[in-house]
């Protein structure tokens, strides 16, 4: 099983902040990895597929970068509404797997 | 527009079976490419992958689960059925279904709102 695993586990930061998650492979998933979003009480939302490509509808303020074993996700400057848990998820091998989650609050 | 949605029991006993069906529209199983699957999440805790059903009817289960989940799906009424034997209080959590495109195994664009199944004697 490929573990994901996420770092920071919590990322406090102000409106207007870059943010800089990072997703880290226990082995090679090359660019098969993507990044969530879930807001409290709702299900996670695409943000990221394939480490690079933006979903539809994604804010060009969201961007992925990575491959192999090493993955971040940049939100170049935070508006209110990305205050969030963000997962990423590997796709190369079964099973599935997440990472455990990036807390990000407002400071 | 895609839509998926999950139904079933609220609250089990241990040892019982939980079934949960999602049903879906605005896509077919059928088509190349499309699967859905079951994820679920603990209160408080991470994503957890449980199952996935492909364009085939080829089906995929977290290897920790395989002898107590089993998938089913019906193109005629759009529904994935996952059931789940002789469950624990650890099986609380919100089961997700999701829509992955592009193959299996597959990224999820589009997921159902949930619904929180509580394991409690």
């Known amino acids: 099983e490929i573990v994901l695993t996420q770092s920071p586990v919590t990322l406090s930061l102000s409106p207007g902040e870059r943010a800089t998650l990072s997703c880290r492979a226990s082995q090679g998933v090359g660019s098969s990895l993507a990044w969530y979003q879930q807001k409290p009480g709702q299900a996670p939302s695409l943000l990221i597929y394939d480490a690079s490509h933006r979903a539809t509808g994604i804010p060009g303020r969201f961007s992925g970068s990575g491959s192999g074993t090493d993955f971040t996700l940049t939100i170049s400057s935070l508006e209110p509404e990305d205050f969030a848990v963000y997962y990423c998820?590997?796709?190369?091998?079964?099973?599935?797997?997440f990472g455990q989650g990036t807390r990000l609050e407002i400071k | 527009q895609v839509t998926l949605r999950e139904s079933g029991p609220a609250l089990l006993k241990p040892t019982q079976t939980l079934t949960l069906t999602c049903t879906f529209s605005g896509f077919s199983l059928s088509t190349s490419g499309i699967c859905v699957s079951w994820i679920r999440q603990p209160p408080g805790k991470a994503l957890e992958w449980l199952a996935l059903?492909?364009?085939?009817?080829?089906?995929h289960y977290r290897t920790s689960l395989k002898t107590r989940v089993t998938l089913s799906g019906d193109t005629s009424k759009n529904q994935v059925v996952l059931t789940l034997t002789n469950v624990d209080p650890l099986d609380t959590a919100t089961y997700y279904c999701a829509r992955a495109r592009g193959g299996a195994p597959g990224h999820f664009d589009y997921w159902g709102q949930g619904i929180l199944v509580t394991v409690s004697s």
């Open positions: 059903i492909d364009w085939d009817y080829d089906k």
């Open positions: 998820q590997q796709r190369t091998n079964w099973p599935i797997t």
